[in-house]
């Protein structure tokens, strides 16, 4: 399923300051099976489109759509984009099961699969980020890759029609972080859900995404294949920030 | 070992001495003499006093305006600290200072404005006369003041543990498909109940003591009263038995807040352990 954003804008407010503008009519689409990466400095804005696509919040101006569905109104509860937060965000007082299982849990009564099922698609999950037999541990006993993988497989436990990753990697040492790289764009080339991620690293922007959107100060600045960008970059500022 | 302080010995022990000495003179010397007072005249003494028709009333009262006050002022802390965490809305640190208000106000002044409120000559007098609703002088007016004095217990408790905690977890559920009622009991819940907790054991162990609110809405109706205004009324009363009385249901009052105490002390004893310490995450140069 393809993710679309059409003329969003947000401004925050702060106490005593002028709102500063956050997003500034941005238009984008991801296309079905695409894995796109918003790439752009601290601050530039990134995140908080990606929370308004995820629902976390709410845009001042502009619509989001998955596919043909216009998603605007909808809370996150009801979008159900599969999300992975920075800081991983698992529930710290339940197991790695529990934290996989959790959005089966919670589904309608009429929807929800029995313990049987729920145990073998978190088996199956648990199989995919190769921690088996990690199932009984809390977060609190993993490692920062383990907890990233299980912030991957929590997401993808209910079938997201999209998968958003804010800084995926941000917080794990050099070689996990090539490790688990190289994982997330085999994951992807196999089951080609519809990706996008936020980074402000652009080796790992180019070495995993598809198209690249670079992200400025609200704007998106170009958006192209990772070649296009480094041959024709639009302005100044983008030929800065790749150094080319 | 290198020792944390330079101070010499003496100064050591003059400093525990003196701490000690203090504990003895002002906290326990007063319960000793509490239980000396009520056994004086014998065991038998001791319990014809407590179940006296005003003693078993003044008990029942108070633990049931305990049973009333202490969920009745639960929910709204949990409610309030859900709000205050949660939402952004104009006038919040406002908000924050109004809970607080029963903790800056005399419970004498919060009797009154339920007085004044609700009294004969008060703004509802007659209205509450008309239709034969008595609020003042008995259980409601009581339930009143003491949910007005330990309003903040629970909220006042919450809000930083739920402001430190961060929504994060609650986002990662409502993206899961959550709905409210699953985000609050499977992942706020878990996180704040040993909060709620002591919240509510502040909360009920004010509520049993209360005496400056209670005694202003509750009048002189003597079945009417709650266990520290009836120990006041004891100990106010002529003629011999008085004092042994007073001190005899005080002594109950005693043990529900040593009861109260013990619970706390295993609840921070509890919440103290290792498995429960919520290591710090980390985070990214974002």
């Given amino acids: 399923m393809s993710v679309a954003v059409s003329h969003i804008s947000k401004r925050f407010e702060t106490r005593g300051q002028r709102a500063v503008p956050a997003l500034r009519d941005v238009s984008l689409e991801v296309q079905t099976g695409e894995l796109l990466a918003l790439l752009g400095p601290s601050g530039s804005g990134k995140t908080t489109l990606l929370r308004i696509i995820a629902g976390l919040e709410i845009a001042d101006e502009g619509q989001v759509f998955f596919g043909q569905e216009d998603v605007t109104e909808k809370s996150a509860y009801a979008r159900k984009a599969g999300f992975v937060f920075q800081a991983y965000a698992l529930f710290q007082h339940m197991t790695v099961f529990?934290?996989?299982?959790?959005?089966?849990?919670?589904?309608?009564?009429?929807?929800?699969?029995?313990?049987?099922?729920?145990?073998?698609?978190?088996?199956?999950?648990?199989?995919?980020?190769?921690?088996?037999?990690?199932?009984?541990?809390?977060?609190?006993?993993?490692?920062?890759?383990?907890?990233?993988?299980?912030?991957?497989?929590?997401?993808?436990?209910?079938?997201?029609?999209?998968?958003?990753l804010d800084e995926p990697f941000g917080a794990l040492d050099a070689k996990v972080r090539r490790d688990l790289r190289k994982w997330l764009r085999h994951f992807h080339e196999q089951t080609h859900l519809t990706s996008l991620f936020v980074t402000h690293d652009q080796d790992e922007a180019f070495e995993l995404a598809d198209r690249v959107v670079i992200f400025n100060e609200g704007r998106i600045q170009q958006i192209g294949l990772p070649s296009e960008l480094r041959q024709n970059p639009a302005n100044d500022f983008v030929r800065a920030f790749l150094e080319v | 070992?290198?020792?944390?302080?330079?101070?010499?010995?003496?100064?050591?022990?003059?400093?525990?001495?003196?701490?000690?000495?203090?504990?003895?003179?002002?906290?326990?010397?007063?319960?000793?003499?509490?239980?000396?007072?009520?056994?004086?005249?014998?065991?038998?003494?001791?319990?014809?006093?407590?179940?006296?028709?005003?003693?078993?009333?003044?008990?029942?009262?108070?633990?049931?305006?305990?049973?009333?006050?202490?969920?009745?002022?639960?929910?709204?802390?949990?409610?309030?600290?859900?709000?205050?965490?949660?939402?952004?809305?104009p006038g919040k640190s406002l908000l924050i200072s109004l809970i607080e208000i029963p903790l800056w106000v005399s419970p004498v002044v919060g009797g009154l404005v339920f007085a004044l409120i609700f009294g004969r000559q008060g703004w509802l007098g007659t209205w509450l006369e008309t239709h034969q609703i008595q609020i003042l002088f008995a259980l409601p007016g009581i339930v009143l003041a003491t949910a007005f004095v330990t309003f903040p217990f629970v909220a006042r408790g919450l809000i930083p543990l739920m402001q430190a905690q961060g929504s994060a977890e609650e986002e990662a559920a409502l993206t899961l498909g959550a709905n409210g009622w699953q985000l609050f009991w499977r992942v706020t819940f878990p996180k704040i109940k040993w909060g709620v907790l002591y919240g509510m054991i502040l909360c009920n162990a004010r509520a049993m003591g209360e005496f400056g609110a209670v005694s202003v809405v509750a009048g002189s109706v003597d079945d009417k009263m709650t266990m520290p205004l009836q120990i006041e009324n004891y100990y106010q009363a002529l003629g011999p038995g008085g004092l042994p009385r007073a001190f005899a249901l005080a002594s109950i009052l005693l043990l529900l807040s040593v009861i109260t105490l013990a619970i706390k002390i295993g609840l921070e004893w509890r919440s103290l352990a290792p498995h429960t310490v919520r290591p710090i995450k980390p985070v990214s140069p974002h």
């Fill in chain 1, 98 to 164: 529990e934290n996989i299982a959790f959005g089966l849990r919670v589904l309608p009564w009429k929807k929800r699969p029995n313990a049987e099922a729920i145990a073998k698609r978190v088996g199956e999950l648990l199989t995919l980020i190769q921690l088996e037999d990690h199932e009984k541990r809390l977060p609190s006993q993993l490692s920062g890759g383990q907890r990233q993988r299980v912030a991957l497989a929590r997401a993808l436990a209910v079938e997201p029609r999209v998968l958003l």
């Fill in chain 2, 1 to 89: 070992m290198k020792r944390a302080t330079t101070d010499s010995w003496v100064v050591r022990y003059l400093l525990i001495g003196f701490m000690l000495a203090f504990i003895l003179i002002f906290l326990v010397f007063p319960v000793c003499v509490i239980l000396i007072e009520a056994l004086r005249r014998g065991l038998a003494f001791y319990f014809s006093a407590l179940s006296a028709k005003h003693s078993i009333s003044a008990i029942r009262m108070t633990l049931t305006v305990a049973a009333i006050v202490v969920p009745l002022n639960t929910i709204f802390g949990v409610c309030a600290a859900w709000a205050i965490t949660h939402f952004k809305f």
